[in-house]
Each structure stands twice: as structure tokens, then as C-alpha cells.
């Protein structure tokens, strides 16, 4: 069946029936002009936008719906986790082409219920809309965070240590390898790691908050645009510059396999969409999407954080430090060369 023959009002009934939520706090859910939730007392409140755009973000040629469920709310939970909060709730909102079926919008409701299930997220409210041609997606997430735990992209002082959680660029690679091959294509393990990294990125609400309570950054964002673009971002808001030792950046031994078969090969930068040479460290600056976290320590607090890291699954690494001025990229030689502001901007492509 498709959305021409279900309608709007059918197509709001399937969401309402597999977005039902249980949450006492959720006065009034779908169904009304708004959702009404209660708030605990002490905390503040935190909300987050972010669309997604077939043409642009995605092609559904290479994403399946259930995973671009997952992906439509792990990136909105991503923000949440850079301010260590606590995600509640979500309102869904969507613009689909009435010749997409009904079975392809259950499985992308489907992939949203379960990305929020298992960050114990509501889903409580949204917009349904027709469009012409491209299926567009916009979520908001609703969450709370005590004041003082709240972490900002302000708040970085010149001697913080740079850090990062897991690896940069494999999302990048992911997509790279998607552009390029074919559907019918057996892929190794190692390349389907990389796409995953990129289709159905995970959001590190729990690391986020761990820096947050345990008070052991200054300053945090996600990496959604590129190391290069949200390094720039957090020293803009914090009036400072930084050094990126170029020699420390994380590398997955997959992105450096794949990068490695690609030697003197030409790809699509993932900054600009050019054709450059493809190189791991060009897709762990630019590339973004990776929604790891970015986030700034005192030195003398270093050491406490990788004890007390000893207890997390997910890595972290130092990757420079702040300075008082200028964004530099530090190579293996010790020179420091100006960080360009390559990244995706999406008015700039």
C-alpha cells in the first residue's frame, strides 16, 4: 500500500500505535496540538534539532529505512550527549513523497522506536506533510540537565589538554565506500564496519555524561561536521586557540586499510566534494558524522580522567592542547601549519 492510499491521518495512527509511550511524566502524548511532560525540579531544560534531507544527508538507494530511523534520532541524541544530558523525549517530524509504501514508513518508525528505546527516549508528538519528491526528516529531543554539570563549547582555557572518545573518520569512509560501489557487491568485514560507522552512528550520551558529573571537562561538543569544523567551534566560543598533534589523532585499523588499498587513488573529499587524494587524515578532519565527542581538560586533571576512564568501553585520546591564539595542525616534523576551515557547511557544500 502507499501513503496515497493510507493517508495522513492513517499514517499519523501506525506512528501513534508504535510510538506509545508509558512514561508517567508524559501528560498529554500524539494526538493533541502539543504534548505536555512534566519536569523534574532542580534541572534545566535542553532541546535539539536536526534534519535530515534525501538528496542531501541520504539516498535511499544505500540506506535502508529501519536504519535511517536509528540515524534520525542517534544525531538529535548526539547533541544531547555533548552537553552531558539526559535525553526524554522526541517530536518527529516528516515530509514524504505519497509513492513510498506504507511497509518502508513502519520500518523507519520502527528504526526511530528502537534508537529511542534504547536510550529510554519517548517519542511524544511531531508533523506529518506531503511533499513532492524528497523524503525529508526533522527531529527534536527534549532533555534536562542539572546546571551545574551542564557542559558548553565555552569554557576552554589556554594549557587544557584536547581530547576526543573513539576514532574520526570512519563515518567518511563509510559513505566513500557507498558511492562507489554497487549493491550487488560482497564487501569485506572490515569495509561493512565502516559503513555501519556511517548509516547507524551511536550516540555517547553515557561518556558524555560521565564527564559531565565527574566534572573532568571544560568544554565539549560532537563531532557532526569534521574534527577541523568543531575544534574551531569550541575556540571561537572559548576565545582561544589550538594545537592538533597530527600523530595523535585516532585512526581506526580499518579506515587505515581501506586508506592504505586506496594509495595514489582519487576520491570525493569529504570537505568539499572535490577530487583529492584519499588519506585517512583527510577523512578524520573533514569528513564529520562521526558524533564522537570533542572535549577540553585541565592538565592538572589528566591524569584522574584516564584512571577513571579505565572503567569505560569506549577510547579516548589526547589530541592537542589549547592555546591563547591561531588553530594550527602540528605535524609528525613539529611544524605547525594553519588548521583550514574545511567542513561541511551546508550553504558552501
Known amino acids: 500500500m502507499k501513503l496515497s492510499q493510507l493517508g495522513e491521518f492513517g499514517l499519523i495512527k501506525n506512528a501513534r500505535d508504535i510510538f506509545k509511550s508509558l512514561n508517567e511524566n508524559i501528560v498529554v502524548g500524539i494526538g493533541d496540538d502539543c504534548a505536555a511532560i512534566k519536569l523534574r525540579k532542580g534541572f534545566l531544560l ?22 535511517l530511523g536509528i540515524k534520525s534520532i542517534n544525531i538529535n541524541l548526539s547533541d544531547i550527549a555533548a552537553m552531558g544530558g539526559i535525553p526524554l523525549h522526541a517530536l518527529l517530524s516528516i515530509a514524504v513523497p505519497p509513492n513510498i509504501s506504507v511497509n518502508f514508513m513502519d520500518d523507519f518508525f520502527k528504526g526511530v522506536k528502537d534508537g529511542a528505546k534504547r536510550f529510554k527516549v519517548s517519542i511524544i508528538g511531531g508533523n506529518v506533510s ?43 569512509a563509510g559513505l566513500e565506500i557507498l558511492k562507489r560501489s554497487q549493491k550487488s557487491e560482497v564487501r569485506s568485514q572490515k569495509k561493512r564496519k565502516l559503513i555501519k560507522r556511517h548509516l547507524m552512528p551511536i550516540p555517547r550520551l553515557e561518556e ?78 573533514y569528513g564529520g558524522e562521526d558524533y564522537e565527542l570533542l572535549f577540553t581538560a585541565k592538565p592538572e586533571n589528566v591524569k584522574k580522567l584516564k584512571e577513571l576512564w579505565k572503567n569505560v568501553n569506549i577510547p579516548i585520546t589526547m589530541i592537542g592542547e589549547i592555546t591563547k591564539k591561531g588553530i594550527n595542525l602540528v605535524n609528525i616534523d613539529g611544524k605547525a601549519i594553519p588548521l583550514t576551515k574545511e567542513g561541511y557547511n551546508h550553504f558552501k557544500g
Open 46 to 67: 535542553i532541546a535539539t534539532t536536526d534534519a535530515l534531507v534525501e538528496g542531501i544527508h541520504f539516498k535511499l538507494d544505500y540506506i535502508q529505512p529501519y536504519q
Open 130 to 172: 506531503s511533499s513532492k519528491n524528497e523524503f525529508s526528516i526533522n527531529m527534536a529531543i527534549l532533555g534536562e540537565v542539572k546546571k551545574k554539570y551542564m557542559l558548553l563549547r565555552k569554557g576552554a582555557k589556554a594549557g587544557d589538554k584536547i581530547f576526543v572518545t573513539g576514532y574520526l573518520g570512519d563515518s567518511a
Open 208 to 285: 558524555g555524561r560521565f564527564l559531565a558529573v565527574k566534572k573532568l571537562a571544560t568544554s565539549m561538543t560532537d563531532i557532526s561536521d569534521g574534527l577541523a569544523s568543531d575544534i574551531r567551534r569550541i575556540c571561537e566560543e572559548s576565545d582561544v586557540g589550538a594545537n592538533i598533534f597530527t600523530k595523535n589523532i585516532p585512526i581506526s585499523k580499518e579506515l587505515k586499510d581501506f586508506t592504505s588499498s586506496q594509495l595514489k587513488t582519487r576520491g570525493t573529499h569529504p570537505a568539499d566534494g572535490s577530487s583529492k587524494l584519499i588519506t585517512s587524515l583527510n577523512f578524520a578532519l
